[in-house]
């Protein structure tokens, strides 16, 4: 199934022995069939929280309030076997770690057929024969040899080829990167979003693409949502969000980011202060304590949703359509 996804007023709790952790309020975020978007924001800003309840991953410590629709379907409403039965034949993920994505005593060859357990309509030649196929796809050529390799045989590159391929595999409507380059050295890092460039026009399904990394964002994405605190704080296509951003927090992460250095700096920006604590929130907006352009209403009152154009909004006081 290809269908939309939509998160309405979305907001998860923890619940702690030192008190309720607040990770998501009121996230609203829409994608369509055949867009890649971009999840972004420094770490601890609730982007993989926001992935594991869009999985049904979440654990059980966890409250859910507001809606995931999936299609038809409230994910949010589900019960654990229809979860189960949705994870994999429809949302797959991609996590960040390749090192621990597979079983270190089976060979890739048998975990990757174990991936298509729902194909009850081929036989196990069909699934090696379309192993053989998608690991030719992400770049993985000798595929018997490879199906016969164990995972530590695999340097930490090709273990994340093998896991898109095993994502790719299930047929998902919607696929979830989370953090996919982070555990990957600078030139793995360019191969995997080439890969997932050249991938983005053969799936028609919806791409959800989560790093700290601005250059894989924009690399990659086509619409983009800026987190900070458990909150979107601004959301807009790709060129708006990189070259008209209006929050103060994402012109804060571009001003930091290095790529955008061509000289050499003795100390490199950064943002002060840190995020606040997610059992004791500000009571006005989440970002005042660090904002340079704070004001009057913003330590007291929570800011307005501005919508600036059909695609861009940002949540801030200081902001004007």
């Given at each position: 199934m290809t269908a939309s996804l939509t998160v309405e007023n979305l907001s998860v709790r923890y619940r702690t022995p030192h008190g309720s952790?607040?990770?998501?309020?009121?996230?609203?975020?829409?994608a369509r069939p055949g867009e890649?978007?971009?999840i972004v924001g420094e770490s601890g800003c609730g982007k993989s929280t926001l992935v594991t309840a869009l999985a049904?991953?979440?654990?059980?410590?966890?409250s859910v309030d507001g809606?995931?629709?999936y299609g038809a379907?409230?994910?949010?409403?589900?019960?654990?076997?229809?979860?189960?039965?949705?994870?994999g034949d429809e949302i797959a993920l991609v996590g960040q770690d390749p090192m621990t994505a597979f079983n270190p005593v089976l060979t890739i060859g048998d975990q990757l057929i174990d991936f298509q357990h729902h194909r009850k309509d081929i036989g196990r030649a069909d699934k090696k024969n379309r192993i053989a196929d998608m690991l030719a796809k992400v770049g993985i050529s000798d595929a018997d040899r490879r199906m016969a390799n164990y995972p530590h045989e695999l340097s930490g590159g090709m273990r994340q080829r093998?896991?898109?391929?095993?994502?790719?595999?299930?047929?998902?409507?919607?696929?979830?990167?989370?953090?996919?380059?982070?555990?990957?050295?600078?030139?793995?890092?360019?191969?995997?979003?080439?890969?997932?460039?050249?991938?983005?026009?053969?799936?028609?399904?919806?791409?959800?693409?989560?790093s700290?990394?601005?250059?894989?964002?924009?690399?990659?994405?086509?619409?983009?949502?800026?987190?900070?605190?458990?909150?979107?704080?601004?959301?807009?296509?790709?060129?708006?969000?990189?070259?008209?951003?209006?929050?103060p927090y994402t012109r804060a992460l571009l001003a930091c980011d290095p790529a955008r250095f061509h000289e050499r700096l003795e100390r490199l920006p950064t943002i002060p202060g840190s995020l606040p604590s997610l059992t004791q929130l500000p009571v006005g907006c989440v970002y005042a304590p660090r904002c340079a352009d704070c004001f009057e209403p913003c330590p007291v009152h929570p800011p307005p949703v501005v919508r600036l154009s059909a695609d861009h909004a940002v949540s801030c006081h200081g902001a004007r359509a």
């Amino acid at each position: 199934m290809t269908a939309s996804l939509t998160v309405e007023n979305l907001s998860v709790r923890y619940r702690t022995p030192h008190g309720s952790v607040h990770a998501l309020r009121h996230v609203n975020m829409e994608a369509r069939p055949g867009e890649v978007i971009g999840i972004v924001g420094e770490s601890g800003c609730g982007k993989s929280t926001l992935v594991t309840a869009l999985a049904n991953l979440l654990p059980a410590n966890a409250s859910v309030d507001g809606s995931i629709r999936y299609g038809a379907l409230d994910l949010t409403g589900l019960d654990e076997r229809h979860r189960r039965a949705l994870r994999g034949d429809e949302i797959a993920l991609v996590g960040q770690d390749p090192m621990t994505a597979f079983n270190p005593v089976l060979t890739i060859g048998d975990q990757l057929i174990d991936f298509q357990h729902h194909r009850k309509d081929i036989g196990r030649a069909d699934k090696k024969n379309r192993i053989a196929d998608m690991l030719a796809k992400v770049g993985i050529s000798d595929a018997d040899r490879r199906m016969a390799n164990y995972p530590h045989e695999l340097s930490g590159g090709m273990r994340q080829r093998v896991a898109i391929a095993a994502a790719l595999l299930t047929d998902p409507g919607l696929l979830i990167a989370d953090e996919p380059t982070t555990a990957l050295d600078v030139t793995m890092e360019a191969q995997i979003i080439h890969l997932l460039r050249e991938l983005r026009r053969e799936y028609n399904g919806v791409i959800i693409v989560v790093s700290h990394h601005l250059g894989v964002i924009a690399e990659l994405c086509d619409r983009v949502y800026v987190m900070y605190a458990g909150e979107v704080v601004e959301s807009g296509d790709v060129d708006a969000i990189f070259h008209d951003a209006r929050h103060p927090y994402t012109r804060a992460l571009l001003a930091c980011d290095p790529a955008r250095f061509h000289e050499r700096l003795e100390r490199l920006p950064t943002i002060p202060g840190s995020l606040p604590s997610l059992t004791q929130l500000p009571v006005g907006c989440v970002y005042a304590p660090r904002c340079a352009d704070c004001f009057e209403p913003c330590p007291v009152h929570p800011p307005p949703v501005v919508r600036l154009s059909a695609d861009h909004a940002v949540s801030c006081h200081g902001a004007r359509a």
